[in-house]
C-alpha cells in the first residue's frame, strides 16, 4: 500500500439502505478542502494588507475633518470619505476575525474558565458607551456559572448580537439581556429588542457571510454582513448552538445555548500568595 497522505481529506456517510442494511459512502473531498484553505488563506492575506494602508487613510481623514482652515466646499465629502474608510476597517476587521475562527490551525486553548458574568457586564458597559442612540439596556444575570472556553471570541460574539439589537431598533427601544441556567445545566445567553424583527423565510439564511434582509438599512448603520457569521462560527467552537425567534415589527431574541459540559462553576482565581 501508498503511504498514507497526511493532507487527504476522506468524507465518511453511513446511510440507512433497505430494513436492516446500510451503505457506506467514502469521498475524496481533498481538493475542495484545499481550494477552501486557499479561499480562506487569499481573505485573510488581502484583509491583513489592507489594514495599514487603511489605518494611514483614516489618520489622514482624521485630521483633516479636525482642520478648520479646511475649504467649506470639502467638509461633507471629507466627512463621507472618513465614514466610508471606517465602513472598510469594519469590514476588513470581521474579515480577518472570520477568517482566523475558520482556521483549524489557530485553535486557541478552549478550557480556560472565563467568568461570564463579569464579561457580560462589562459588555454592557462597553455597548452603551458606543451606543449613539441610546437604547436602554437591561441586564440581568441569573446564575455565576461560568464557561470553558475562548474570551475574546464569546466577548466578539455577544457584543454583535448586543450590536444588532441596537442597529435594528428604533432609538430608545430597550433592549434585554439575560444569563441563565436552562433546565438540562447548560448556559444560555439572550439577547432580547423591540425592534423590526426578521420574517421567518429570512431566519435560516441571516448566519451566511453578507447575507442581510435589507442591505440597505444595514449598510447605513455600518454593518458588515458579517456579525451574524462571526456569531455562528465562535459558538460551533464552543458547542453551542444559535437559537433566533422573530417576529417583523414585533423583535427578535437571540440565544446562545451552551451544552452543560462546557460550564464551570466559577473563575478559577490565581492564587495571591507571595
Ligand atoms: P449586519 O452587519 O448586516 O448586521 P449580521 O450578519 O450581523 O450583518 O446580520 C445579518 C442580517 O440579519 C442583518 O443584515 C439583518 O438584516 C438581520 N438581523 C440581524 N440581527 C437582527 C436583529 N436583532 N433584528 C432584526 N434583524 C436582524
Not at 482556521?103 to 478550557?111: L, R, Y
Given at each position: 500500500p501508498s503511504p498514507v497522505d497526511p493532507t487527504r481529506r476522506l468524507m465518511l456517510r453511513i446511510v440507512p439502505y433497505g430494513d436492516e442494511q446500510y451503505l457506506m459512502l467514502i469521498r475524496d473531498v481533498t481538493r475542495l478542502h484545499r481550494l477552501q484553505a486557499m479561499r480562506r488563506d487569499f481573505v485573510a492575506n488581502a484583509s491583513h494588507e489592507l489594514r495599514s494602508p487603511l489605518t494611514v487613510l483614516g489618520g489622514y481623514l482624521d485630521s483633516m475633518v479636525e482642520d478648520?482652515?479646511?475649504d467649506p466646499a470639502w467638509r461633507a465629502p471629507v466627512r463621507q470619505m472618513r465614514a466610508q474608510c471606517q465602513r472598510m476597517n469594519n469590514l476588513v476587521n470581521d474579515l480577518l476575525e472570520l477568517s482566523r475562527l475558520e482556521?483549524?490551525?489557530?485553535?486557541?486553548?478552549?478550557?480556560s474558565p472565563v467568568d461570564m458574568p463579569a464579561l457580560i457586564r462589562r459588555l454592557g458597559r462597553d455597548a452603551v458607551l458606543a451606543d449613539a442612540e441610546a437604547h436602554p439596556l437591561d441586564i440581568d444575570i441569573e446564575t455565576e456559572r461560568c464557561l470553558h472556553g475562548v474570551e475574546n471570541e464569546l466577548y466578539s460574539a455577544l457584543s454583535n448580537l448586543v450590536i444588532n439589537a441596537f442597529r435594528y431598533s428604533e432609538a430608545e427601544r430597550p433592549v434585554s439581556v439575560r444569563w441563565h441556567e436552562a433546565d438540562d445545566g447548560g448556559l444560555v445567553f439572550e439577547v432580547q429588542d423591540r425592534g423590526v424583527g426578521i420574517d421567518r423565510r429570512h431566519l435560516p439564511f441571516?448566519?451566511?457571510?453578507?447575507?442581510?434582509?435589507?442591505s440597505s438599512h444595514s449598510r447605513a448603520q455600518?454593518?458588515?454582513?458579517l456579525g451574524l457569521a462571526i456569531v455562528k462560527h465562535v459558538l460551533k467552537r464552543h458547542g453551542a448552538e444559535l437559537d433566533v425567534e422573530s417576529e417583523p415589527g414585533v423583535g427578535s431574541i437571540f440565544r446562545c445555548v451552551f451544552p452543560?459540559?462546557?460550564?464551570?462553576?466559577?473563575r478559577q482565581r490565581r492564587s495571591s500568595a507571595v
Open positions: 478648520r482652515d479646511l482556521t483549524e490551525e489557530s485553535d486557541a486553548p478552549m478550557d441571516i448566519t451566511q457571510r453578507f447575507y442581510r434582509v435589507d455600518g454593518g458588515t454582513g452543560s459540559e462546557r460550564a464551570c462553576a466559577t
